[in-house]
Nanobody, 127 residues
């Protein structure tokens, strides 16, 4: 089982940038495909980005494509989400998630596709 801890959230003005981190522990990090999701009050948890076991393939939600970048460093057991040109609509709790790479090779975009979750980090974008 892998444990996930997000950090890097905070308050930023519209147009600004933030970089979230997800630190993994407990198992071999490269054994997991990873993802970022977010949830705003009253909304369902929304797919943000996904990355395969070595960073060779990525996928993004429509609302963040071109503004956000997902990356990972298996040697550091860490995944990141670089968020640029941020908008008030990006305000949410951001969660990192993991699933075993042995399950399949696809980049999953639904919460059901992931087995492990962090506790979340709050991101607030002011207008």
């Amino acid at each position: 089982q892998v444990q996930l801890v997000e950090s890097g959230g905070g308050l930023v003005q519209a147009g600004g940038s933030l970089r979230l981190s997800c630190a993994a522990s407990g198992r071999t990090f490269s054994d997991y495909f990873m993802g970022w999701f977010r949830q705003a009050p009253g909304n369902e948890r929304e797919f943000v980005a996904a990355i395969d076991w070595n960073g060779g393939r990525t996928s993004y939600g429509n609302s963040v494509n071109g503004r956000f970048t997902i990356s990972r460093d298996n040697a550091k057991n860490t995944m990141w989400l670089q968020m640029n040109s941020m908008k008030p609509g990006d305000t949410a709790v951001y969660y990192c998630a993991a699933r075993g790479s042995s399950q399949s090779s696809d980049l999953r975009t639904t919460t059901a596709g992931y087995d492990y979750w962090g506790q979340g980090t709050q991101v607030t974008v002011s207008s």
